[in-house]
Structures are given as C-alpha cells and as structure tokens.
Nanobody, 109 residues
Framework: QVQLVESGGGLVQPGTSLRLSCAAS?????MGWYRQAPGNQRELIAI???????TYADSVKGRFTISRDNPKNTVYLQMNNVKPEDTAVYYC??????WGQGTQVTVSS
C-alpha cells in the first residue's frame, strides 16, 4: 500500500492562487488529483505520468497545472484564478489505486 500525504489546502479568495502538494511513499507511475464537492461525485481534475503525459478536466484547463518531482515522489497542483466552484475536498490519487486523506479548498470572498 502506498502512503499519500497531501498539503496546501485552505481558504482563498476568488482570482487568487493556491498550490497543493502530495508526497508518495515510493515511486508511482501515474499520480494526480481528484476533487469532490458536497453532493457531487468525485471527479478527475488532472493526472500526470512519470514521463510527463497529462490529462486535465475541461473545467480547469488553462487555470490549473499539474507537475511532478520524480526524485521526491511528489506531485503538485498549481491552481490559478480560482473560482467559487473550485471549492471541494481535493484528493491525491496514485495509479496503484491508493488515495490521500483529502485537503479542503474553499474559494470565497
């Protein structure tokens, strides 16, 4: 089982930026981020392979950027120009099927 430790959530104002981090206990081929808002299903936000292949949800393209530091087994999500509809619990995901504990992101003025 892979341990995934997230950090970086919080309360931010619309139009600002936030960066999430997720450190894995070992190297993972593909890592990424999902989110779940109250009353909604968990949805894919962005994933990235070890060889830099990426997939983004249409709702975040051009605003969010996923990146990785492979020697550190860490994946990041840079969130720019955040909107109230980005409010959710963000979960780190590994292609082993493991999940992080989730970090709350709240976008509100």
């Amino acid at each position: 089982q892979v341990q995934l430790v997230e950090s970086g959530g919080g309360l931010v104002q619309p139009g600002t930026s936030l960066r999430l981090s997720c450190a894995a206990s070992r190297a993972i081929y593909t890592m990424g981020w999902y989110r779940q808002a109250p009353g909604n299903q968990r949805e894919l936000i962005a994933i990235m392979s070890m060889y830099n292949s990426t997939t983004y949800a249409d709702s975040v393209k051009g605003r969010f950027t996923i990146s990785r530091d492979n020697p550190k087994n860490t994946v990041y999500l840079q969130m720019n120009n955040v909107k109230p509809e980005d409010t959710a619990v963000y979960y780190c995901w590994a292609s082993t099927g493991d999940w992080g504990q989730g970090t709350q992101v709240t976008v509100s003025s």
